[in-house]
């Protein structure tokens, strides 16, 4: 890669970085695209030059979150513990990241949705969407194929399937059940600590292995 393309590169990943960090603290709607080429000194003719819709910079964004929670993901799968040990880090991991009393990275997936389908309009968007997505699929791949070798988890159950769909709808829950309200009568119920609390000891008992 020659110099130049090493710039262009460098500033594109600050025009999302910075991006990333405004859309959390203030919100998607909330920011406009000058805001953007403010914060990451760059001419907003420039920044539309990178990004010509700001639904192509959410989803970058995205990708960037998403890409480094893959990359937190697995670290806890390179420990040295059980494959069992790792999912249950892997789900305190989400529960912690619920935990924001502003509730940033919640309100931001929120927003996200609506943004979602235009994705493919973009091939480099949703090329670099479907990377971040298979980074993280790939990782858990590698967690259910642990399961197997070290005998922790359960030997009668496809743990490929198993520990990919709990970790895409409890990742999802969790930011979900954040944002939800309920009546006042049920609110001590269904909050969303004893939620995830119980969701992750059901997803835990099913997967242990009884050996």
Do not use: C, W
Request: aromatic residues 10%; glycine residues 2%; charged residues 25%.
């Amino acid at each position: 890669m020659s110099k130049r393309e090493q710039q262009k590169q460098q500033r594109r990943q600050k025009i999302i970085q910075m991006a990333k960090d405004l859309f959390l603290e203030q919100g998607v709607q909330n920011i406009q695209m000058q805001d953007v080429a403010t914060a990451a000194d760059v001419g907003i003719a420039t920044l539309f030059r990178y990004f010509p819709k700001k639904e192509y910079l959410v989803i970058a964004a995205t990708n960037a979150i998403t890409d480094e929670m893959a990359t937190d993901v697995g670290r806890i799968v390179e420990k040295t513990i059980s494959a069992y040990e790792k999912i249950e880090q892997i789900l305190d991991y989400y529960i912690d990241g619920s935990k924001d009393p502003q509730l940033r990275l919640a309100k931001f997936f929120e927003s996200y949705h609506l943004y979602e389908k235009i994705a493919a309009e973009s091939p480099e968007q949703y090329a670099e969407y479907l990377v971040a997505r298979s980074k993280l699929s790939q990782i858990l791949l590698t967690l259910a194929e642990q399961g197997k070798q070290d005998g922790s988890l359960r030997p009668d159950v496809d743990l490929n399937v198993f520990i990919m769909t709990m970790v895409q709808n409890f990742s999802i829950f969790t930011f979900k059940s954040s944002l939800a309200t309920h009546d006042a009568t049920l609110s001590s119920l269904l909050s969303a600590d004893k939620q995830l609390a119980m969701m992750k000891d059901v997803f835990l008992r099913y997967i242990r292995s009884q050996q």
